[in-house]
């Protein structure tokens, strides 16, 4: 059980263009779901929380309007990178809340040229 | 400031060796504790958990928590080289089990097991 996907694996994308990652949580309902990014040798860095049925909490420094996220259902969050740059390129993570436990999904990793 | 030590490593060890990796917090209020396994570009995946004070056993993994000293770690017997990763060690600084409470990680420990 507590299984997450997330969905694309993988994305290359030109400079200036959006980019949506899906995450869903497979086998249990989340009402919490948590979007991460790291960059090469560097520690995941939370970037938001994801509730569902209302707004989602920035962490501080990320930019609302740069990354959108939308937690329409108990199984689904997106992550939209809008207007994407080289700058943006990483790895995303999203983890899905179970009671006290957070599971990860397998990650999307962007490379915006 | 809400803070989770690791030494960042590597920790070498033999394989068949036991492995220990320790992690610190400040918030004395944190209930939840959690290790995870990151291999080298792939995601997290949860190992172990633990809420009380003492040891909890898994396998060939032992969690130990001392809630006064404010101290967890995680001991790997019989360490094998596809143990090799990072290992991050997370807290949840609330109270209260369950509510909306993200996950505060410390950096991670690289660990190498040499056959």
């Known amino acids: 059980g507590a299984v997450v996907s997330q969905h694309p694996s993988w994305v290359i994308c030109k400079s200036g263009t959006s980019v949506k990652i899906e995450c869903r949580s497979l086998d249990f309902q989340a009402t919490t779901m948590f979007w991460y990014r790291q960059f090469p040798k560097q520690s995941l860095m939370l970037m938001a929380t994801s509730n569902e049925g209302s707004k989602a909490t ?11 996220i939308n937690h329409a259902s108990l199984t689904l969050s997106t992550l939209t990178v809008t207007s994407a740059h ?17 599971f990860f999904g397998p990650g999307t990793r962007l490379t915006v040229l | ?3 989770v030590e690791q030494n960042s490593g ?3 060890v033999p394989e068949g060796a036991i492995a220990s990796l320790n992690c610190t917090y400040s918030d004395r209020v944190s209930q ?24 909890k056993e898994d396998g060939r993994f032992t969690a130990q928590l ?14 094998q080289p596809s ?20 996950l505060i990680f410390g950096a991670g420990t690289r660990l190498a097991v040499h056959p």
């Not at chain 2, 290790?35 to 958990?49: A, C, D, N, T, V």
């Open chain 2, 32 to 55: 939840s504790f959690f290790w995870y396994r990151q291999y080298s570009g792939k995601s997290p995946e949860l190992i172990m958990s633990i809420y009380s004070n003492g040891d």
């Open chain 2, 83 to 102: 143990d090799s990763a990072t290992y991050l060690c997370a807290v949840n600084p609330s109270p209260f089990s369950g509510g909306y409470n993200k």
């Open chain 2, 1 to 3: 400031q809400k803070e």
């Open chain 1, 58 to 68: 920035y962490e501080q420094g990320v930019e609302k309007d740069k990354f959108l």
């Open chain 2, 66 to 79: 001392n809630k006064a000293s404010q101290y967890v770690s995680l001991l790997i017997r019989d360490s």
């Open chain 1, 86 to 102: 080289p700058e943006d390129s990483s790895f995303y993570i999203c983890s899905a809340r179970q009671v006290d436990e957070q």
């Open chain 2, 10 to 12: 590597p920790l070498s």
